[in-house]
């Protein structure tokens, strides 16, 4: 069974830190890996990654696909108390499916 | 325009109704998804429609039924529901795989159904 893991679940920090957070996954027939944010209301998409080793960014985020190793990491820089958020990344196959992570909850202090 | 619009946004219903959820986009996506969403999980998939074609059920009840009449419009009639089906109902939609390189999911805001 398609599978998608994120560590760690929950993080607090400070305003201005740098964060990492963790996406592994076991997905058959693996197409993408894709990133949302979401706060009180749906998903927001962040970025989609096909290939191992091409860093996307937009902004202070910025996230890496490893297809070897199974694991993508998303990269926010100098956050903010706007960056307090769910994170979720999800598995997409060939077949269309999406299998969502449980999301790492983040939160920004000032 | 990259919006997908949901209605409505509240529903509350017993379990002998019949409801609808609604969901528009007009981006000209020919793939367009339901999602199940409980309180801090992430969304679970439940139907995948392409070319207004089922392609996808994740075994979901059968008193969910989902329509889809045009490539526009995505419907999800409920029918007979349970208390444990209060969730938040997401659809999305999305360029079909193969067609272009970027299909990314774009969201509706979702509907918050109470079954009482």
């Known amino acids: 069974e398609d599978k998608v893991v994120q560590s760690p679940l929950s993080l607090v920090v400070h305003e201005g830190d740098t964060v990492t957070l963790n996406c592994s996954y076991e997905v058959t027939n693996f197409r993408s890996l894709l990133w949302y944010k979401q706060e009180k209301k749906a998903p927001t998409f962040l970025f989609m990654l096909t290939s191992s080793g091409i860093e996307k960014k937009s902004g202070r985020l910025s996230s890496i696909l490893d297809k070897k190793e199974l694991f993508s990491i998303l990269n926010i820089t100098a956050t903010q108390t706007g960056d307090s958020a769910v994170y979720l990344c999800?598995?997409?196959?060939?077949?269309?499916?999406?299998?969502f992570g449980p999301g790492t909850r983040l939160s920004v202090l000032p | 325009d990259t919006e997908v619009t949901q209605t409505p946004k509240h529903l509350v219903m017993g379990m002998t109704n019949k409801k609808s959820l609604k969901c528009e986009q007009h981006m000209g996506h020919r793939a367009m998804y339901w999602y199940k969403q409980k309180a801090k999980k992430p969304p679970e998939l439940m139907f995948v429609?392409?070319?207004?074609?089922?392609?996808i059920n994740e075994s979901v009840p059968s008193r969910f039924s989902p329509e889809c009449p045009n490539s526009s419009l995505l419907n999800l009639h409920l029918h007979a529901l349970q208390p444990e089906d209060s969730a938040l109902y997401l659809c999305?939609?999305?360029?079909?795989?193969?067609?272009?390189?970027?299909?990314?999911?774009?969201f509706g805001p979702g509907t918050r159904l109470t079954v009482t």
């Open positions: 999305a939609s999305s360029l079909l795989p193969g067609e272009y390189i970027s299909y990314e999911q774009y």
């Open positions: 429609y392409s070319y207004e074609k089922l392609s």
């Open positions: 999800a598995g997409h196959n060939y077949g269309q499916n999406f299998v």
